[in-house]
């Protein structure tokens, strides 16, 4: 079965930091690209960032532009997305997801993935 295990949330205050992992359970995620969404209590589902696999191109919703980075490390078959200089506004359940990759760049939207895990909380108050 195949399942994506998100980890690394918690509570940060203001111009904390946090880094969340994305994990594919029984199988590998150099095939797919990854995405980072949330969600935030009665707000829909937003599409924070994603990465190809085929040449790791990424893209950044404008809100964690230049605050946040995502990457890949093919050894351990993971995804990361450093988050830095959180704001109270970035609290949300955090989902990872794996799609396909046409070789038009990280997909943005949730209905282009196929697989996704249960979230992390990321909860950013002082």
């Known amino acids: 079965q195949v399942q994506l295990v998100e980890s690394g949330g918690g509570s940060v205050q203001p111009g904390g930091s946090l880094r969340l992992s994305c994990a594919g359970s029984?199988?590998?995620?150099?095939?797919?690209?990854i995405g980072w969404f949330r969600q935030a209590p009665g707000k829909e589902r937003e599409g924070v960032s994603g990465?190809?696999?085929?040449?790791?191109?990424?893209y950044y919703a404008n809100s964690v532009k230049g605050r946040f980075s995502i990457s890949r490390d093919t050894v351990k078959s993971l995804v990361y997305l450093q988050m830095n200089s959180l704001k109270p506004e970035d609290t949300a359940v955090y989902y990872c997801?794996?799609?396909?990759?046409?070789?038009?760049?990280?997909?943005?939207?949730?209905?282009?993935?196929?697989?996704w895990g249960q979230g992390t909380q990321v909860t950013v108050s002082s």
């Open positions: 997801a794996a799609g396909r990759d046409y070789g038009l760049g990280p997909p943005r939207q949730p209905y282009e993935y196929d697989y």
């Open positions: 029984g199988f590998r995620l150099d095939p797919y690209a």
């Open positions: 990465i190809s696999s085929s040449d790791g191109s990424t």
